[in-house]
């Protein structure tokens, strides 16, 4: 069992706005700033397009956004198009030199 | 541009052992924090173990004991010595570059290992 829920599944229409949740259960989880998110498609190695909660690497659009409320981390990716359609992983820092994921979202374009 | 490349993967039987290799290109090994993960078929991601710069070695419950990271610095080169492997090893491993936080900012492709009687 992942230290972060993640649901199974988003969805959305392109264009619409989606926002998939990460709740930590780690006391750390809302102490540190050490959470990424990762898209992956189908076959492909994991992809950063978020960390430390809310940067964008170099080259991730804009639409990919980050946020943290207490335990929960919130990714939302504006203006949907048919290729955001992937897995979406949540990961963070445990405090104990290491670090966890969520079971991850699939996001489905409509 | 930094690029990691995994091989050495395979398939084997319960209590085999396998090396996996990870080439680095655009940085040098020993100057960051690197380490392995894993994803078995249609499931999530897992770290697997982690290298510091300093030497300091990470493991997961499920593999600590069995599995050692190291880094060959004369090839610029990460690796994961496994040992004892059982079926739930059975994954993709992969390769990743560690910023802050346990942050994977470059993976490579993976290489796959299926443990299988």
């Known amino acids: 069992q992942s230290a972060l829920t993640q649901p199974p599944s988003a969805s959305g229409s392109p264009g619409q706005s989606v926002t998939i949740s990460c709740t930590g259960t780690?006391?750390?989880?809302?102490?540190?700033?050490?959470v990424s998110w990762y898209q992956q498609h189908p076959g492909k190695a994991p992809k950063l397009i978020i960390y430390e909660v809310n940067k964008r690497p170099s080259g991730v659009p804009y639409r990919f956004s980050g946020s943290k409320s207490g335990n929960t981390a919130s990714l939302t990716v504006s203006g949907l198009q048919a290729e955001d359609e992937a897995d979406y992983y949540c990961g963070s820092y445990t405090g104990n030199e290491w670090g966890v994921f969520g079971g991850g979202t699939k996001l489905t374009v409509l | 541009e930094l690029q990691v490349e995994e091989s050495g993967g395979g398939l084997l039987q319960p209590g085999g052992s396998l090396k996996l290799s990870c080439a680095v290109s655009g940085t040098t090994v020993s100057q960051n924090h690197m380490s392995w993960a894993r994803q078995a078929a249609g499931k999530g991601l897992e770290w697997v173990a982690a290298?510091?710069?300093?030497?300091?070695?990470f493991y997961a419950d499920s593999v600590r004991g069995r599995f050692t990271i190291f880094r060959d610095n004369s090839n610029n080169a990460l690796h994961l010595q496994m040992n004892s492997l059982r079926a739930e090893d059975t994954a993709l491993y992969y390769c990743?570059?560690?910023?802050?936080?346990?942050?994977?900012?470059?993976w490579g492709r993976g290489t796959p290992v299926t443990v299988s009687s």
């Open positions: 290298l510091y710069p300093d030497g300091r070695t």
């Open positions: 780690n006391s750390n989880f809302g102490f540190y700033n050490y």
């Open positions: 990743v570059r560690l910023i802050g936080g346990y942050t994977g900012d470059h």
